[in-house]
């Protein structure tokens, strides 16, 4: 998800920013625990976003603490974790490790084949657990190269792609809720992949680099046409969000659906993405 699903802040209540950062929390004890100290840095609140809507459906036992750590030394601060912070973690492992071969096989980043290494082991053992989810992300991302060594501008077929991915991290189990939460999670991977290109639009053309928004661009399709879509996009994922039985932290997660995903739009029409402060260690 990338830096993308997240809450917009201002709009929270103290009381709903601070549960909101315990299962942010949570997802960073899993990870530390799980996969070792260095493992805190791909964090992102994304996953805070897919614990909330997985805990208030299927209600785990929920542990609640709070203790200092490495990053925040000073202050106490919450944490919740459960099944799901759990399962958060090992997913924020697969989906760096493969964020991170992207970026080298695109940019050769050299930190980036650096983290590639480090997060080797671990990722082998976050497939282990999750092998269906770990299939479709591994075909997802080489379908998504396919069609980049293609120079295939085709933003359906790439976000449909993306779409794919996400709804196999949504479906926790197969169940009768399935259904629902893969399109829910579909529609929201296809409404991310289309923003981050969108947001990445300007800088992509200026430097020659793949965007599979470019030919819609060149074509004369404006910022608004393109808003047009992602509305429709995170409209589809809302109505399968809204028929879920979600009661816990509804407000958070509607804050987030509605209002928090749009923070990161105004930055399409304008310099090159800041995906900052919402991902890493930023408790």
Not at 1 to 11: D, L, Q, T
Not at 55 to 80: A, I, N, V
């Amino acid at each position: 998800m990338f830096g993308y699903v997240i809450a917009n802040r201002e709009a929270l209540t103290a009381e709903q920013r601070e549960r909101y950062k315990a299962y942010y929390c949570g997802v960073c004890r899993a990870l530390t625990k799980n996969y070792g100290p260095l493992s805190g840095g791909i964090l992102s609140y994304d996953m805070a976003f897919l614990v909330l809507v997985l805990t208030s459906l299927y209600e785990p036992e929920t542990r609640e603490g709070s203790e200092r750590c490495k990053p925040h030394p000073l202050q106490e601060h919450k944490y919740l974790e459960n099944i799901f912070t759990a399962y958060a973690a090992d997913l924020s492992i697969l989906l760096a490790y493969h964020k991170a071969a992207d970026d080298w096989r695109d940019e050769k980043k050299l930190s980036a084949k650096a983290l590639m290494s480090a997060l080797r082991k671990p990722y082998e053992s976050a497939s282990a657990k999750l092998p269906r989810q770990t299939a479709a992300i591994e075909k997802c991302m080489d379908g998504l190269s396919k069609l980049e060594d293609m120079n295939v501008c085709d933003p359906d077929a790439a976000a449909k792609c993306f779409g794919e991915l996400m709804r196999e991290l949504f479906v926790w189990r197969e169940d009768n809720w399935a259904p629902t939460l893969g399109a829910m999670g579909d529609a929201l991977g296809q409404f991310v992949y289309v923003l981050d290109a969108f947001v990445d639009l300007k800088s992509d053309l200026k430097h020659g680099r793949y965007n599979p928004l470019s030919d819609m661009r060149r074509r004369g399709s404006t910022d608004e046409d393109l808003k047009a879509v992602l509305t429709m996009l995170i409209g589809e994922c809302a109505v399968n969000f809204e028929r879920l039985p979600l009661i816990d932290d509804i407000d958070i997660m509607r804050n987030i659906i509605y209002s928090g995903v749009w923070t990161k739009f105004p930055l399409g029409a304008g310099k090159t993405k800041d995906k900052g402060g919402e991902s890493g260690n930023d408790k």
